[in-house]
């Protein structure tokens, strides 16, 4: 059974600074996608990164470009989003996805992602 367990949300001032992990208890984790999707409130889920299988490529949302980093480590089979320069419009219940081998063009899809964590908020006041 796959399990994908998000920590690390919480409640920052705008400016500030938070890392998301995701672990997955995936057997051969370093072969899957990995995305990070957010869900802020009274909106669609919309997709903020992914990383592919080796860590080498990486994918962003326009809108956390430049502030946000997705990372993995492999051997520890977790996922991070590093998240600097939070703004209010960042809050929002983050989710981690997995799936294996998705092709880069389907990346910022949901519907690519089979495996899905239960989520962690983050609040970013003004």
Do not use: H
């Amino acid at each position: 059974q796959v399990q994908l367990v998000e920590s690390g949300g919480g409640l920052v001032q705008a400016g500030g600074s938070l890392t998301l992990s995701c672990g997955a208890s995936l057997r051969t984790f370093s072969s899957f996608t990995m995305g990070w999707f957010r869900q802020p409130p009274g909106k669609q889920r919309e997709f903020v990164a992914a990383i592919g299988w080796s860590g080498g490529s990486t994918n962003y949302a326009d809108s956390v470009k430049g502030r946000f980093t997705i990372s993995r480590d492999n051997a520890k089979k977790m996922v991070y989003l590093q998240m600097n320069r939070l703004k209010p419009e960042d809050t929002a219940v983050y989710y981690c996805a997995a799936e294996d081998r998705v092709g880069s063009s389907w990346w910022r899809e949901s519907r690519s992602y089979a495996y899905w964590g239960q989520g962690t908020q983050v609040t970013v006041s003004s």
